[in-house]
């Protein structure tokens, strides 16, 4: 994977005051670059609310800024211009200075600040607007383009490779794995998944060879010691269960309505009640398995797509078990990422173009060209391995059949965000714990044990997801760290003292340009019935992969990789059996 | 040599208002093109110094920004969009037309008038933006490429094509001649030259072979009539010369610190003190002759330097003489460019890309890639012909090593500056002098004779140098024109009265983006003696020229010509001894 060459030159003229650190007279693109611009970028969140203090409004329009630079693929490195309009504009202060100076990180492109008497709404008082260059890529002539170097994408490119086809990945971020990232803040190779983490060495077969192949080492899931769940009604939850276990095993994964069409009449929460009656703690179980399975509230999703889902893994039963057959038995002592990074170095060299999101596909008779904000591809096949809500960030020409697009617009994800909290030890196993909690009051869903005691990685996974997690997202970092570690040591930690971590991240996948949610698109009523055979459906030569489109193991890495398979073996099979 | 294609196409679209003449509803840039964007110019000097009258600011603004376009090869006819920004904008004023207009020159960019409460700073009233397209060439693979079309590259050139290889000439001005420039204001072929003028038909037996094969008319420096030698001891004068001229003799100017180094310990003032104790009119001697070779006061420059540098033109007395075998003896009729253009073609058609400075040199084991603004080369071997301190101009990969690197921040290039003063008539001569003035009083150091009295043009080139030449250039021009007609008035015309200049011109080359000074780099004390072998050293397949590299007659056209003969030898024995 070659990392981009340095696009933006800055240029200091001879005779011209000293602009470092913060600008440069002239900056200069590449050439065959091509022109990126941006809007005037103000201090509003997504919602179009405005933060009354003008240095979270810089800050904000930075992020936002950010934001815009990721749509198309590019670095701060590629911004050629910048011209920021201040309201009240204050020489002195210059407020802006630092958090600039921190967003550009040493690139100094040429600048103009523009103080201006007021902005479009009366609340703004910052703005920013960036000219980028971004850097053309010689075109390229494959067979296959694949879309997204998750790992359904690298999956479909390796059998197509190894079926003696040409074939270029092109991915949007600047690194592989989707919705697989490993983070390693400490730099010494304590990893954390702050994406997919379980795999196991049974039923997920397709994973686990992988991860043998690769030579990934596995580390079991803990679960020595007691569970922890708030209290709630035992026999009500235990009822639900076994109804739920029964419905999702009469269910066939390959034909989900032949069995189960009435089941999509209805939310997993209509289904609920209509089995348990008005049990507030039976709904209270079925919102912990929803939430920390799809990030959803069972309001949110088709009955029939809940327990299909089960069904995918197994059952209800397998699926959220931590032990031997479960959907969370092991996980990578070096982090999942290492799958998809094993991967795409099993691919021919300069296989991948990074940081170049995919905009235009357009299929012809003669042939498809696929555009990239680097880099034109000509190919005969595509596979798509984006997830299904994302398909409106390419226009596709001819433009995807209706039933299709209804599906992209219809299927959603949850929200999902693992806070990852680290410690210097394993303080909760002293309390006879194993780290795994089930909360009813929130505002964590569930915790679990992510340590990898070998290489001294200690650390809980609180899954802070569906309307708790949304509640939390709208603190600050902050402030949402505080209420995370708070609650651990509010129940884990209740027997005793709690040391304080020595770190916390996150990944707010919601927020994220190219996922836009976790950890699986899902349906809610009345949509599969509809729209079901859309789902895997091609459209021209256009193939369509990605872990929601499995049978088995779907939202896992394993139904990713069966799914890569899949749409590989589509296209081997169109172009003719292979040529090897 | 090709001129740009006209670039940005100006459009009128139907139904606008008229935009003429200041601007164009529309522009649009070349296809190929590379986008430079400029920082908001302001009325800001190189200090930061801002005047305070609006227009000063104006007139500044759009002289940075005429640098901004110099310093990657543009030209205003690049410009596609103009943004200004105006402090207490009075639609009734309009204090930026004029010099908008005059800085376009019948250009019409899009542009945009911004009128501000305030700018960056509380002293700035104006800023002006500019977004440039330059249009890209097709790359090139040649043998080498020679950086730089002065002298030094130019017969470097020469030499290489001569050889049977392929080579191309990439030149950021848009002109070919480096620092020898030659003005003609009249337009009636009377040029003056503002840059290097003198040769001579003996000892500088490059240039002037060049010269007659280029059938070039000389002229005879006029000495006929008196010098004026403003009041000084002559005799501390002629003692200091003499010890002078016997130490230089003494330096073999292949290995000048054999002998030297000791003088490479002290400035050329402390060598002048310690030979004739704290003589003023001494030092005011000595001062006179590194103004008028160096530009540079006797403290600036090493005694070793200093010596060396007259010996290379055969001593002290040879190279300051205007006499048979002078450095100053004979001048080109019309004009010292010639030789350039002369030089240039005799090069291959479309050897030479003009106004296309190279940015960046990357050498790799296969190849060198060099890019400038407007092309990229790969070749096998490079010739650097730009002035030693700017090499910083140009990133290097790898990068220069560090000795070279530091040679070129120390070697520095003085203040020269000849103010080009015409007259309808040689009224000196009347006065029974040569037009030779030697000034301890200043402002102009030296002044001489510069007429070609066939042609009518009668002139005195006054060198305004060093320390004096400093301070004339803080003054506006017209003061600075003022302060030198004054002064030849005072001295050459104390006998009469002198009439009215018909034309002053002149080139400050302290402030060229391509020279950055002139006439010579020249080493402060105690760089000699660690950096020396660094000057001549190539960096890989890398060469270096330029007149301050000659052995012989250094810092004059003869010895850039010797210098980019050296060249070109090293680059043909490396590629295999030539292969015709």
Redesign the interface.
């Known amino acids: 994977m070659p990392s981009p060459r340095p696009n933006v030159?800055a240029?200091?003229?001879?005779?011209?005051?000293d602009?470092r650190p913060t600008?440069?007279?002239?900056?200069?693109?590449?050439?065959?670059?091509r022109?990126v611009m941006t809007a005037g970028q103000v201090g509003a969140d997504v919602n179009g609310k405005v933060p009354g203090n003008v240095e979270e409004q810089i800050r904000l329009a930075f992020a936002n800024l950010t934001r815009c630079l990721e749509s198309v693929g590019a670095h701060v490195t590629d911004i050629?211009?910048l011209?920021y309009y201040i309201v009240d504009?204050d020489?002195t202060k210059r407020n802006h200075a630092k958090p600039l100076l921190d967003f550009l990180g040493g690139h100094r492109?040429?600048?103009?600040?523009?103080?201006?008497?007021k902005l479009a709404r009366p609340e703004f008082l910052f703005e920013v607007e960036a000219?980028v260059?971004l850097p053309q890529l010689p075109s390229q002539d494959v067979d296959v383009v694949v879309i997204g170097a998750g790992l359904s994408g690298l999956k479909a490119a390796y059998e197509v490779q190894q079926a003696g086809y040409s074939c270029a990945v092109v991915e949007a971020r600047d690194r592989v794995g989707g919705k697989t990232w490993s983070s390693d803040r400490t730099d010494k190779g304590k990893f954390v998944d702050v994406g997919a983490a379980w795999i196991n060495d049974t039923n997920q077969s397709e994973v686990f060879r992988l991860v043998q192949e690769l030579g990934l080492e596995t580390v079991v899931q803990n679960t020595t010691g007691n569970k922890l769940s708030e209290a709630n009604g035992v026999e009500s939850m235990l009822f639900l269960r076994n109804k739920a276990e029964e419905v999702c095993q009469s269910l066939d994964i390959r034909d989900p309505l032949r069995n189960g069409s009435h089941l999509d009449n209805m939310s997993f929460e209509d289904w609920v009640r209509s089995v348990t009656g008005p049990s507030e703690s039976a709904l209270a179980s079925a919102s912990i398995w929803t939430r920390a399975m799809l990030g959803m509230e069972p309001r949110e999703v088709s009955a029939l797509f809940f327990l299909n889902y089960c069904k995918s893994g197994g059952g209800l039963l397998q699926m959220r078990s931590d032990q031997k057959n479960g959907g969370q038995y092991l996980r990578l002592a070096k982090g999942t990422q290492k799958i998809a990074i094993g991967l795409a170095n099993l691919l021919r060299p300069d296989t991948i173009t990074l940081s170049s999101p995919v905009r235009v596909v357009e299929q012809a008779a003669s042939a498809i060209q696929v555009h990239s904000t680097r880099r034109t591809y000509t190919c005969k096949r595509v596979i798509v391995s984006v997830p299904t809500p994302l398909y409106k960030e390419i226009t596709f020409h001819p433009a995807l059949p209706a039933d299709k697009l209804e599906l992209s617009r219809l299927n959603r994800h949850g929200y999902t965000n693992k806070v990852m909290v680290r410690y210097s030890s394993p303080w909760w196993r002293g309390y006879g714990l194993c780290g795994m909690l089930q909360s009813f009051a929130g505002p964590v869903t569930v915790t679990r044990d992510s340590s990898v005691d070998e290489l001294g990685q200690f650390s809980l996974t609180c899954f802070c997801v569906g309307d708790w997690g949304r509640q939390l997202s709208k603190l600050s970092q902050a402030e949402r760290f505080a209420a995370v570690v708070e609650h651990v040591t509010k129940t884990l930690g209740s027997a005793g003292s709690v040391p304080q971590p020595i770190g916390i991240e996150e990944h707010e996948w919601q927020w994220d340009q190219w996922s836009q949610g976790c950890p699986c698109p899902a349906a809610p009523p009345r949509v599969m019935t509809r729209l079901e055979p859309a789902l895997r459906a091609s459209h021209g030569k256009i193939h369509f992969v990605g872990t929601e489109t499995a049978y088995e193991w779907k939202g896992y890495m394993d139904g990713a990789l069966r799914s890569g398979a899949r749409g590989g073996r589509e296209v081997i099979d169109a172009l003719g059996h292979g040529k090897l």
């Open positions: 030159f240029i200091d003229p001879h005779n011209l005051f602009s600008f440069s007279h002239v900056a200069v693109s590449a050439p065959g670059s022109v050629v211009k011209v504009y020489h492109p040429a600048t103009t600040l523009v103080p201006v008497p000219y260059s």
